[in-house]
């Protein structure tokens, strides 16, 4: 595997230990798989704005800084792969998240800056989608900690003096001089989203210390550029509570926060059962409702969104030696980051976050293995999570004006529905079928489904498509619209772990 995500080495909301027990083997035939039979209906009555942008990441270190350019030292347009950077494009990604770490972090000593290896990714992905990426400091420079590498205490002015000098560099004319030598971004677009440290709850950095952290740096970055807007926090998994609390209540006045984000993966132990890492799927929702609740304490943050700015199947990583991560056993790559039990998981979790009023949802990362990426980070090759990131984002597009429909859906357990009215009177459906088949599955198939979406209530459609991604799916090429009838009800037969999109115009 090439990118590692930093710091998410404890165990996740919802994450359980998959336990064996012994018993006497049935010799009996295992019964057939049973089909699961859904009717949902769709209503007229919206429930509100449905606001969800998707979007996806990178984390620019020595691991990572040559998926766009084969040399980083003669990195320039000219030289970054075309096929590469147009596969971004063509996801539509909405402030696409750069994390800075390793040698990602351009100054290495007091005064010794070189930003080769950032800007390596940061430049292409600046000439992408929305222009408009988040930079995210997600570490400090280690000389800049009392023990070095983010252990002891952290140097705060120190800190706010290199967060300036990263915004002068790219966001003004001129740059800044260290050393009798000037460094100033080679590109033409500035960076305005900025986040400040990454998961502070497990990096060494307690919920007070965060607030004053921020209440520092954030006021001195907006003095070099006072259009600059922020993202805080940046939280692991579940642990909302206290830093949020503390946060809203320590914040100084006029201080910005322009988003609060988190962080959710079903688990960090890839022997958890497929049924198991389903299950966690409503905790994240809950828990942006929690945040939101947190905030209203303070009347400054009461309209501030929350994004989640990582969220994949599992947390673990190789941390040398073929050692896991988060439990100390043998690391065994986690499949299901790009087989059909993304199709079904990433649109559940898509539904569920943006029903509770999540305004971004972003997949770590985008170049990475079978478990983590949306392309091979060799081959470059798309996966089956690309597509799936890739039709979310086309049928949801961000600040389309989109309103939620209510629907009834009587198998929450096994379906999720997430209807939706656009302003020119289409509708879109989109329906994940996450049924798992056997308590025991991981990486299973899932179970048939047969489903009737009756659209009566919507009055009638000229034409209908459907678009659908399962373990039939070419992660090549993707899968491609069909037309359907658009007469209510809607049959479906959805094969296994797998989603549809039903477009009606």
Not at 98 to 107: A, D, M, Y
Not at 210 to 224: E, L, S
Not at 350 to 376: I, N, T
Request: hydrophobic share 35%; net charge negative.
């Amino acid at each position: 595997m090439k990118p590692l995500a930093l710091g998410l080495i404890l165990l996740m909301l919802g994450v359980f230990t998959a336990c064996g027990g012994g018993g006497m083997a049935s010799t009996d035939p295992p019964p057939p798989p049973r089909t699961v039979n859904a009717s949902i209906t769709v209503d007229r009555t919206n429930n509100g704005p449905f606001n969800l942008a998707m979007s996806t990441s990178f984390q620019p270190a020595e691991w990572d800084d040559t998926f766009f350019c084969s040399n980083i030292n003669s990195c320039t347009p000219q030289t970054w792969s075309t096929a590469r950077t147009t596969l971004l494009s063509n996801l539509q990604p909405h402030r696409v998240r750069l994390q800075t770490v390793s040698q990602g972090v351009p100054e290495s000593g007091l005064n010794t800056w070189d930003f080769s290896v950032l800007d390596a990714v940061a430049q292409p992905v600046l000439s992408t989608g929305d222009h408009s990426p988040e930079m995210q400091l997600g570490w400090a420079p280690s000389f800049l900690w009392s023990q070095g590498n983010m252990q002891g205490t952290l140097d705060v002015q120190a800190f706010a003096a290199y967060a300036q000098n990263m915004v002068r560099y790219y966001n003004t004319p001129s740059g800044f001089t260290a050393n009798g030598q000037t460094f100033q971004s080679p590109g033409q677009y500035p960076i305005t989203w900025w986040g400040i440290l990454n998961e502070p709850s497990i990096n060494n950095i307690s919920d007070t210390q965060y607030v004053q952290i921020y209440n520092t740096v954030v006021p001195q970055m907006q003095a070099v550029d006072p259009n600059l807007k922020f993202v805080a926090i940046e939280l692991c998994c579940d642990s909302e509570s206290p830093y949020v609390p503390t946060f809203a209540a320590n914040l100084q006045s006029g201080v910005p926060v322009d988003a609060v984000a988190a962080h959710y993966y079903s688990t960090c132990n890839q022997k958890d059962t497929d049924q198991q890492l389903m299950n966690t799927v409503p905790g994240f929702a809950s828990n942006v409702q929690r945040i939101y609740g947190y905030m209203s304490a303070n009347p400054s943050l009461s309209n501030v969104p929350v994004w989640i700015t990582e969220n994949n199947v599992n947390a673990d990583f190789d941390k040398g030696g073929g050692i896991s991560a988060c439990n100390g056993t043998a690391f065994v790559t986690d499949d299901r980051g790009s087989s059909a039990f993304f199709a079904a998981w990433r649109p559940y979790v898509f539904s569920q976050v943006g029903k509770a009023g999540a305004q971004a949802l972003y997949h770590w990362g985008f170049d990475a293995d079978k478990q983590f990426g949306e392309l091979d980070y060799t081959s470059a090759n798309p996966q089956l999570s690309y597509w799936v990131d890739y039709w979310l984002g086309q049928m949801f597009p961000a600040g389309s004006g989109q309103l939620l429909l209510q629907s009834s859906n009587p198998d929450t357990s096994d379906i999720e529905v997430l209807p939706v009215a656009n302003p020119d009177g289409s509708v879109v459906v989109m329906i994940s079928n996450h049924a798992v088949a056997s308590t025991t599955d991981n990486n299973g198939a899932g179970l048939t489904a047969d489903i009737s979406i009756d659209t009566s209530a919507l009055g009638s459609f000229a034409s209908a498509s459907e678009v659908v991604i399962d373990s039939s799916t070419n992660a090549g090429s993707g899968p491609s619209p069909a037309s359907v009838s658009p007469a209510s009800p809607i049959k479906l037969s959805m094969n296994g772990y797998s989603v549809a999109f039903i477009k009606l115009q």
